[in-house]
């Protein structure tokens, strides 16, 4: 764990020719950063026409929930979280790639930050740069900077891969539009993200992700640590709400700008894709602040429960 500005943990993600998958991550640091984040406009009505293109092999849509259905959901979320945390910020996007539609949306295209959400971007641009084949070397760095969630190996593969330059490039390859990189170069940890867009990356990786790439990404995404390499414990959210059920999972957290930044996303079966981002009360632990994201994926069970149980 090195001294930086911010604390920060997650669970993992990756990506390649144009996608990317998730897995486990996390760091702390003893720091506050000083950077505000900035508030996009907020959600509409659906996710991204780009989120609505089918898979060659999916099967037939399913009926999808009606808007009455998807905003009682939403709701459902928000309270939950709510009544753990009061004063929370919260950003949702769930998507059903077997009905092709929204799940359960609220702010969207809010902004926060992405602590160590944003390695999913450094892990792409790694299988980027080796043409989306992952050698041994490239597969350690994936399992440290991922499953081990090791930053001095993420410090390395930020510089190498240009800093900023990797929100950018990603941002452009996915087709993300709420995803801004850090004021300062250095704190790849202060990238800010939208829910919708982490929503559009794990989509991106099961509709145009070479397969052997794809294959290397979700073995990573559905492999993490319980605890990351600093011992944190990243099993909140979706693994803890969801029991029993499949899931890949990068979470993330840090306290910045007065915040506990925490979120949990990941894909649940092979049907669904989920964000929840986290702006929280400084006051709060993490384990507090954990519990209403645990808190908050439990309202969604009635629905992501039906996704394959191994």
Known sequence: MRSRSVAFGL???LAVAGGLVSLAVVTESDGVAKHEVAMASPSSEQLPEALSMPSPS???PEVPLTEEEQAELASAVVAAVEAAAPGTDLGLAVYDRVARSAVAIENADTQFYSASVVKLLIAIDLLHDAGWIADDRAKENLAQLLG????????????AGGRRDIVRQASALIGLVSTTPPNVSDEWEMTRISARDV????????????ETARDVLLAALTGPDERAADGFDQFFGIPAALPGTNWGVKQGWMRAAGHVVL??????????SVALLTHQPSRLS??????????????LAPVLSGAEKG
Request: charged residues 10%.
């Open 263 to 272: 979120h949990t996303t990941g894909v649940v079966g092979d049907r669904y």
């Open 11 to 13: 669970v993992v993600t």
């Open 58 to 60: 999916a099967p037939a």
């Open 148 to 159: 081990a969630s090791n930053d001095g190996v993420a410090d390395a593969l930020w510089a």
């Open 199 to 210: 929503v559009t990356t794990y989509e991106y990786i099961h509709h145009q992700l070479p």
């Open 286 to 299: 993490y384990d507090s602040a954990s519990q209403a994201l645990t808190a908050g994926i439990a309202a």
